[in-house]
């Protein structure tokens, strides 16, 4: 039975980072015992940070959290679970060399662990959740689900009586997201635990939850029980930002097969892929978290060891490695720019040289490079020599997509380009891909920002569960039909998928 008052809230978060990024502007969440509650947005729209609050990992610059009526600070994560708000990512942390019995029991001193009735408490709670795996199994054993439930059951043996689950469905099958749904309902409507439900699939929030809370650019404009929504109605709302200033207009794109992909799998979440893409022109990519987006960019670039197809760059096949792919004139920039996009103890000169062959440096064409970068970019620096990691997240994207600007590139691959950045440097960015493809860079353009794609793109392939499902003309298509594409709520659209 959903209780009354709800069992934890947020009232009014606003969360300000010290490089001046601001996260959350004025959001809300209530979380009721025995129910589910469905927290959707966009890429950048606060869900991560709301979350990082509520478990403990961050806090707050205003607002307050109210914890069975009253208001608390949690300073860490720690204190968060001893509270009983625990949270489960995508990618639960566990020990792939202990069995599931250890994993629960990771958190309980060293003598318990091999306590008998740890361990029955251990057996109870498994079966709670239908004993989906056999506690004394290896986790690396275990497929992704069983793990998951490894993660839930950990959670409930320490006490936890709301359960935020990130993401939780992005990596599985069919059959294994039906095994989470049934134990997210015998959590909720047997046991009365509150679960806080975040997916970017409109379908499993319309089938699964009771109450949505939608953020979209820092704030929470939408709450309502989902018997009063629909696929149409969640899609607007969460695609309601447009993208200022920029306009979609007719391009002309050239004939010639820049790049051709054939057959392009990987066990890593990609199914056969092939399609070609024509000097001068954006290819979108459209999909949810976990739709083999980025699987797809990595295999393009030699960067994944297990991917099988052919690559090839104006009709010569590249060897699937990284070096090969940037001699061949294919270049990345990455999704996570911090780990992979840049080097932020480098200068923003050292950082885009970086592609760079050979052994001899020439240090004044580096400089003027950079500099030109700068001037081109609009990258705010006062010097070259500036290090990259003291840049904002937009001024650093900027340093990121320099590096790749010089005459061998030929095609160019954008793993979310405008993740996490200011509008002006993200109109700036954009304006500047489009300039490149009007000089006759091949380019393919992975975007949580259906409104970007839609604007920018000549195309769309749009992804879900490794493989790509339909095909979208971007003058023909909203931002409800895409969303509607990705999240499996709607028939494929017109074109063949390649």
């Known amino acids: 039975m959903v209780s009354a008052s709800p069992l934890l809230a947020l009232r009014h978060i606003a969360k300000r980072y010290p490089n001046g990024t601001q996260a959350l502007v004025d959001a809300s969440l209530e979380i009721h015992a025995g129910a589910v509650h ?33 208001p608390v600070r949690w300073r860490r994560p720690a204190d968060a679970r001893r ?26 001193p060293g003598w318990q662990r091999h306590d008998r009735d740890q361990r029955a408490r251990a057996r109870a709670v498994v079966a709670q959740l239908g004993d989906p795996f056999a506690l004394d199994a290896l ?36 059959s294994d997201r039906a095994a989470v749904y049934d134990v997210v309902r015998r959590l909720a409507y047997q046991e009365g635990k509150a679960i806080v439900f975040v997916s970017h699939f409109l379908d499993e929030i319309l089938a699964l939850t009771d109450h949505v809370t939608i953020l979209r ?5 939408l709450h309502r029980a989902t018997g009063d929504l629909d696929e149409a109605s969640l ?12 306009a979609r207009r007719q391009r002309q794109v050239g004939t010639e097969v820049r790049l051709a992909v054939r057959d392009l799998a990987s066990p890593a979440g990609l199914s056969p892929t092939t399609f070609d893409l024509r000097a001068g022109e954006i290819l979108g990519i459209a999909g949810m978290l976990g739709a083999g987006r980025s699987e797809l960019l990595h295999a393009v670039f030699g960067a994944d060891p297990q991917a099988r197809g052919q690559v090839l760059v104006d009709g010569v096949p590249v060897v699937a490695e990284t070096g090969a792919a940037v001699a061949a004139g294919l270049a990345l920039v990455p999704e996570d720019r911090k780990r992979q996009g ?4 480098f200068s923003i000169a050292d950082n885009i040289a970086l592609p760079g062959t050979g052994w001899r440096i020439d240090r004044a064409a580096e400089r003027q490079r950079a500099d030109h970068a700068i001037a081109t970019l609009g990258i705010k620096a006062d010097d070259a020599q500036r290090p990259v990691g003291t840049l904002s997240g937009g001024n650093a994207q900027k340093v990121v997509l320099a590096k790749w600007l010089t005459p061998q590139t030929r095609v160019l691959l954008l793993d979310e380009p405008t993740a996490g950045i200011d509008i002006g ?23 949580s920002d259906f409104a970007e794609l839609l604007a920018l793109s000549d195309r769309i392939l749009v992804m879900r569960d490794g493989a790509v499902v339909a095909c979208a003309d971007p003058a023909r298509t909203s931002e409800i039909d895409l969303t509607l594409l990705a999240s499996g709520t709607a028939p494929p659209c017109d074109g063949a998928p390649a």
């Open 217 to 221: 650019d820092g704030c929470d404009v």
């Open 83 to 108: 509270s009983g708000v625990s949270t489960l990512y995508q990618h639960i942390p566990l020990v792939p060399t202990l069995s599931a019995l250890e994993n629960i029991l990771l958190d309980a």
């Open 342 to 345: 840049f080097v932020a103890g």
């Open 235 to 246: 899609a607007a709302t969460i695609s309601g930002r447009d993208v200022a200033m920029l």
């Open 425 to 447: 440097a993200r109109i700036d960015i954009l304006e500047q891909v489009r300039r490149l493809a009007d000089q006759g860079l091949a380019v393919v353009l992975v975007s």
């Open 139 to 174: 986790v690396a054993h275990l497929p992704i689900s069983a793990r998951q439930m490894v993660g839930i059951a950990q959670s409930l043996l320490g006490g936890a009586q709301v359960l935020v689950m990130d993401e939780p469905t992005a990596s599985l099958g069919a």
């Open 38 to 70: 469905g927290l959707l947005g966009a890429n950048g729209a606060g869900k991560s940070t709301l979350i990082a609050i509520l478990s403990g990992a961050t806090a707050a610059t205003q607002g307050e959290i109210v914890w069975q009526g009253q």
